[in-house]
């Protein structure tokens, strides 16, 4: 796995600065591991950062993931709401909007954790925290889609159905499987934005 500390640097980091540290080394840790498989220690050799201050800054593992996954969220939202704002600038009412939030969400793959981790919070629906805010979250991306984009329930329905997909072969690291039937899947959820996928 390739490290995710920050480059070093000679001035000390902000405190803003090693938290987004933090939480981008565990978007990828909690996305790859689970909640229950990564550790605050992990997270920590991979952000560069002390153990101890990972713990003082975030409290506890489940308040680091229930942070990871406001990032997530703030993250799609913000690429969403960018994508529809630039599509209705193009004049291109009338059409579907998920033409632009399609390529949108494909194009979040560059952010390492981001489609796993909500994977991941989306599997603890159990979990009292967890499950409160991934659920809290993923209707607040169905809001969007209804009351923003403006689409039907069975196109935002849709979408999300293949949003889910995508996160599925994102957490399988579909790419690192030779087989044809692999490949045939991924060109056809994916097309060339396959190479952004983990494992490409």
Same mark, same amino acid.
């Given at each position: 796995m390739t490290s995710l500390a920050p480059e070093?640097?000679?001035?000390?980091?902000?405190?803003?600065?090693?938290?987004?540290?933090?939480?981008a080394a565990a978007s990828v840790l909690f996305g790859q591991r689970g909640y229950f498989g990564a550790t605050t220690d992990q997270v920590a050799r991979a952000a560069g950062i002390s153990?101890?201050? =990972? =713990?003082?800054?975030?409290?506890?593992?489940?308040?680091?993931?229930?942070? =990871?996954?406001?990032?997530?969220?703030?993250?799609?939202?913000?690429?969403?709401?960018?994508?529809?704002?630039?599509?209705? +600038? +193009?004049?291109a009412a009338g059409g579907d909007p998920c033409d632009a939030l399609g390529p949108a969400y494909l194009e979040l793959l560059r952010e390492r954790g981001v489609h796993t981790s909500l994977m991941q919070a989306f599997m603890q629906g159990s979990e009292p925290a967890i499950g409160a805010a991934a659920r809290d979250g993923f209707l607040e991306i169905w809001a969007f889609l209804r009351d923003e984009a403006g689409v039907d329930p069975e196109t935002a329905r849709s979408f999300l159905a293949d949003g889910m997909l995508i996160n599925v072969l994102a957490g399988l690291e579909m790419p690192r499987d030779m087989r044809p039937e692999a490949a045939e899947l991924l060109e056809a959820t994916l097309g060339d934005k396959a190479r952004l996928l983990p494992g490409a």
């Amino acid at each position: 796995m390739t490290s995710l500390a920050p480059e070093p640097t000679d001035r000390r980091m902000t405190s803003a600065e090693r938290r987004d540290a933090i939480l981008a080394a565990a978007s990828v840790l909690f996305g790859q591991r689970g909640y229950f498989g990564a550790t605050t220690d992990q997270v920590a050799r991979a952000a560069g950062i002390s153990q101890p201050y =990972v =713990v003082r800054m975030f409290g506890s593992k489940e308040a680091l993931f229930l942070a =990871v996954i406001g990032r997530a969220k703030t993250s799609l939202l913000a690429a969403f709401r960018g994508a529809l704002a630039d599509w209705r +600038a +193009a004049g291109a009412a009338g059409g579907d909007p998920c033409d632009a939030l399609g390529p949108a969400y494909l194009e979040l793959l560059r952010e390492r954790g981001v489609h796993t981790s909500l994977m991941q919070a989306f599997m603890q629906g159990s979990e009292p925290a967890i499950g409160a805010a991934a659920r809290d979250g993923f209707l607040e991306i169905w809001a969007f889609l209804r009351d923003e984009a403006g689409v039907d329930p069975e196109t935002a329905r849709s979408f999300l159905a293949d949003g889910m997909l995508i996160n599925v072969l994102a957490g399988l690291e579909m790419p690192r499987d030779m087989r044809p039937e692999a490949a045939e899947l991924l060109e056809a959820t994916l097309g060339d934005k396959a190479r952004l996928l983990p494992g490409a």
